[in-house]
Nanobody
Framework: QVQLVESGGGLVQAGGSLRLSCAASGRTASYLAMGWFRQAPGKERERVAGIIWSGGTYTADSVKGRFTISRSNAKNTVYLQMNSLKPEDTAIYYC??????????????WGQGTQVTVSS
């Protein structure tokens, strides 16, 4: 089992920045692919970014150039640096992890979510 704990959400003005963190722990916390998803009220969950164990990344077009995903394998932690935030980025952000560390489409574990609110 893997436990995921997100942190770093909050309220920020448009144009501001936040950095989300997600720490993985548990017996199989190593060699994970990790990703960030978000879900706004009334909308479907959206894949935001992902990073495989070896460092390859994916970033959604809607956040490309503004959001950056990174990881510390030594700390089993993934980060999402969010810059130039817009009101439409407001959502609950979820961290996810997959034991299939080479891919970013299927996830086995999910965090509890952290709220990000961007005011205009």
């Amino acid at each position: 089992q893997v436990q995921l704990v997100e942190s770093g959400g909050g309220l920020v003005q448009a144009g501001g920045s936040l950095r989300l963190s997600c720490a993985a722990s548990g017996r199989t916390a190593s060699y994970l692919a990790m990703g960030w998803f978000r879900q706004a009220p009334g909308k479907e969950r959206e894949r935001v970014a992902g990073i495989i164990w070896s460092g390859g990344t994916y970033t959604a077009d809607s956040v490309k150039g503004r959001f950056t995903i990174s990881r510390s394998n030594a700390k089993n932690t993934v980060y999402l640096q969010m810059n130039s935030l817009k009101p439409e980025d407001t959502a609950i952000y979820y961290c996810a992890a997959s034991i299939k560390h080479w891919q970013l489409l299927e996830y086995d574990y999910w965090g509890q979510g952290t709220q990000v609110t961007v005011s205009s």
